[in-house]
């Protein structure tokens, strides 16, 4: 079966600007999760989707964030105005109910 | 609660063993264990969801004391592929209402 995707792989962008990012999950997959590592440090939960429904959002930084999920499928994450501190590597993962996450490769965000 | 991983790094020799261990504060309903190399996506290796459960993969298991709060990885005569960092993920409630919460990693060096 295919992974989960994510893209773009890189990004680097101004502080300023705005920023997309992509996630297609693994078809079937209700559970959908948003991570950022940021410089080498641990992994850290932003935010859970359950299909189309927002279940957890308390990891999510501040209102520059918003994330979406378009009919339970794939899934959005937007920074807008970005910030040197919104570097890192932004990691997507989704799971079956219960089961292990497959990750998707990550965006490395470069915010200069 | 972020969980406590210990140690933080570890050198071995190729065949020499090694234990992770994860700690939490909180009762734990069940752990995560995964694997990353550098600059790629975490790849789940395991799930334990009982208190006492032990579970392997090839040289590589782990166990959960529900009572503890921990679970332990234990690499069996570890070969150059187990090389990475190793993260353990900690839930608190079942059915996939929370997210995981990471711990901060245990680097892992396998040399020759």
């Known amino acids: 079966e295919a992974g989960v995707t994510q893209f773009p792989s890189h990004s680097v962008i101004e502080k300023g600007q705005t920023v997309t990012l992509r996630c297609d999950p693994i078809s079937g997959h209700d559970n959908l999760y948003w991570y950022r590592r940021v410089m080498g440090k641990e992994i850290k939960f932003l935010l859970h989707f359950v299909k189309e429904s927002k279940q957890d959002e308390s990891g999510m930084p501040n209102n520059r964030f918003l994330a979406e999920r378009t009919g339970g499928t794939y899934s959005t994450l937007k920074v807008q105005p970005a910030e040197l501190e919104d570097s890192g590597v932004y990691f997507c993962a989704s799971s079956s109910t219960g089961g292990g996450y497959t990750f998707g490769s990550g965006t490395r965000l470069t915010v200069v | 609660q972020q969980p406590v991983q210990s140690p933080q790094a570890v050198i071995l020799r190729e065949g020499e063993d090694a234990v992770i261990n994860c700690s939490s504060s909180k009762a734990l309903y069940s752990v995560h264990w995964y694997r990353q190399k550098h600059g790629e996506a975490p790849v789940f290796l395991m799930i334990?969801?009982?208190?006492?459960e032990q579970k392997g993969h090839d040289k590589i298991s782990a166990s959960f004391n529900e009572k503890k709060q921990q679970s332990s990885l234990y690499l069996t005569a570890s070969q150059l592929s187990y090389s990475g960092t190793y993260f353990c993920g900690t839930r608190r409630s079942g059915g996939g209402a929370d997210g995981l919460t990471f711990g901060k990693g245990t680097h892992l060096i396998i040399q020759p």
């Open positions: 334990l969801l009982k208190g006492g």
